[in-house]
């Protein structure tokens, strides 16, 4: 019954990895882009804008870009970033009228969250912000831009409570709740003060916009009546027109042309280190036919050559030009990026020093000369040289120290298990890791395979413990140093050169980037 059952699921994993191909994805996104050009040509006048990372892949016209993030809108984790204000947008939008976002997303819905809540929190908070500060300009006497002194009311002197002819209320989609409207109209306030305690430039916003802020959603089963279509000018409002590139009938359809069978992929442009091998969104749009004429059995090589010859350009010009390989990865069949000119980080450490074998997927590697090692847990037991171990593992071991303080036990559940399992222990395992490296001793991190938790957990002491140069300095440059994504993924690739069968799960690096800027983000990519 248990072959049976890891038959099936094998067999699923292969039907679902062609279904993920390449090719698949791009004639998704290239069949996405032509409704997208399509609604871009009702309002001309509109500059289009692709929301980023995803949006930028669904168009080859974008005038401009911006970012928000679909956590921002999330249930319950509802909030304003001012790092991420996108006054830009507003601006844009004044200035011609109005503006078209795209964005997409994976998850089987009409829209992702990003458009569905975040866009329409940032528009509310703007709106807010601007009427606060005609107020403030009509009370000093000095003439407010767009506003007759006539039409202010004497109750909005008694109250304070803004303009009467600039909308401020929120503006949600239909499918979001009450519930879900009344939670986030009771934090707007609060993001609205915080906007305009953070420095932005609301003057030059209230000069820009003729008209309040308001976003309009259109999907790909929105019906729209082309003898119809209103002007901009015609709206009492500032549009923001979010459109949502996806299909959302389902998670696959299969396709026929005349020439190739292909299955859809809804949202295909998201999670690209995942899938595009190196190819970006504007080598992608000038080479596009080439790939979707290529068909599905040559079009990893073709791209594989364009990538390449791009490289190869850009490197003979002095542009950065990484090499880039694929490195498949047999439980999952997907292909992790890593780039061959890797960073200065540990560059005079030996290569990799596997110092006990089991097979070929047991393995314990000592990452440069940290006095790191990581592995399986199962072998730790075994593993000469080593002073002390971090199980990370769910079982523990049974082993006989010396010292009873040179092991320690940190049950860790993988993050599809519990969600913030790795994020709660890291400091129990950073403490132990800390107190033994400072000592000199060396590290065995080991975990249920040596490939997922223990590498992130290494990432999480590297990052914090350890300098540039991949010298123990108990974390003096930590503390100085502003760790972003880019810092993140250098240490990373650090890591993955020297434990080279390490596959750490995205879920687990959030946790990991989480805990090392004290903060919530997206995704670590």
């Not at 969600?419 to 222990?425: A, E, V, W």
Request: contains cysteine.
């Amino acid at each position: 019954m248990e072959d049976e059952r890891l038959s099936i699921y094998r067999a699923s994993r292969t039907i679902k990895r062609r279904e993920n191909s390449l090719y698949n994805a791009l004639r998704s996104i290239y069949e996405d882009s032509i409704f997208v050009g399509e609604i871009a040509l009702l309002w001309p006048e509109l500059p289009l804008l692709a929301n980023l990372r995803c949006g930028l892949w669904y168009s080859s016209q974008f005038q401009s870009n911006c970012y928000f993030k679909s956590t921002d809108g999330h249930t319950n984790n509802w909030s304003f970033n001012t790092s991420r204000l996108n006054l830009h947008v507003a601006l844009l939008a004044g200035q011609r009228g109005g503006c078209i976002i795209v964005d997409s997303t994976r998850k089987g819905k009409r829209f992702p969250d990003s458009m569905s809540k975040t866009i329409p929190i940032w528009t509310c908070v703007l709106n807010r912000a601007i009427k606060n500060h005609q107020i403030r300009m009509h009370g000093a006497g000095i003439q407010v831009h767009g506003l007759d002194s006539n039409t202010y009311c004497r109750h909005t002197e008694d109250t304070g409570q803004g303009l009467p002819d600039w909308d401020c209320s929120l503006h949600l989609p239909l499918w979001v709740s009450e519930t879900e409207k009344i939670a986030i109209e009771d934090r707007l306030e609060v993001w609205t003060k915080e906007l305009e305690s953070c420095g932005a430039d609301i003057t030059s916003l209230a000069l820009s916009l003729k008209k309040p802020l308001r976003p309009l959603w259109i999907s790909q089963k929105t019906v729209i009546w082309l003898n119809e279509v209103p002007e901009c000018s015609s709206w009492d409002f500032t549009p923001i027109i979010l459109i949502s590139a996806s299909s959302s009938s389902g998670n696959f359809q299969h396709r026929t042309t005349s020439e190739f069978s292909w299955n859809y992929i809804p949202g295909a442009g998201d999670d690209e280190e995942s899938w595009a091998r190196g190819l970006s969104p504007s080598l992608f749009w000038n080479h596009v036919y080439d790939f979707i004429n290529s068909g599905p059995e040559s079009c990893n090589q073709k791209v594989a050559d364009i990538v390449e010859k791009d490289r190869v350009y850009r490197a003979q010009r002095g542009q950065n030009a990484p090499q880039i390989s694929m490195k498949p990865s047999e439980s999952s069949g997907r292909f992790s990026l890593f780039y061959a000119e890797e960073p200065k980080m540990g560059c005079d450490i030996p290569c990799v020093t596997s110092v006990a074998s089991f097979g070929d997927n047991c393995k314990i590697f000592w990452l440069g000369s940290t006095n790191l090692a990581v592995g399986a847990t199962c072998f730790a037991a075994n593993v000469p040289n080593v002073d002390c171990i971090l199980n990370c593992g769910t079982e523990a071991l049974a082993i006989s120290l010396e010292n009873p303080e040179t092991y320690l036990h940190v049950p860790i559940m993988n993050s599809k298990l519990d969600r913030f399992s790795l994020l709660r222990n890291i400091p129990t395992a950073l403490n132990f890791a800390e107190t033994n490296l400072r000592r000199g001793k060396k590290l065995l991190l080991c975990c249920n395979t040596g490939e997922d938790i223990s590498i992130c957990v290494s990432l999480a002491i590297i990052t914090s413990l350890f300098t540039d140069e991949g010298l123990f300095d108990d974390g003096k440059s930590f503390s100085q140093t502003c760790i972003t994504k880019f810092e993140m993924r250098k240490r990373l690739v650090f890591i993955c050169k020297y434990a080279i069968n390490a596959r750490p799960s995205r879920g687990n690096l959030k946790q990991v980037f989480n805990f090392i800027n004290g903060g919530s983000v997206d995704s670590f990519s």
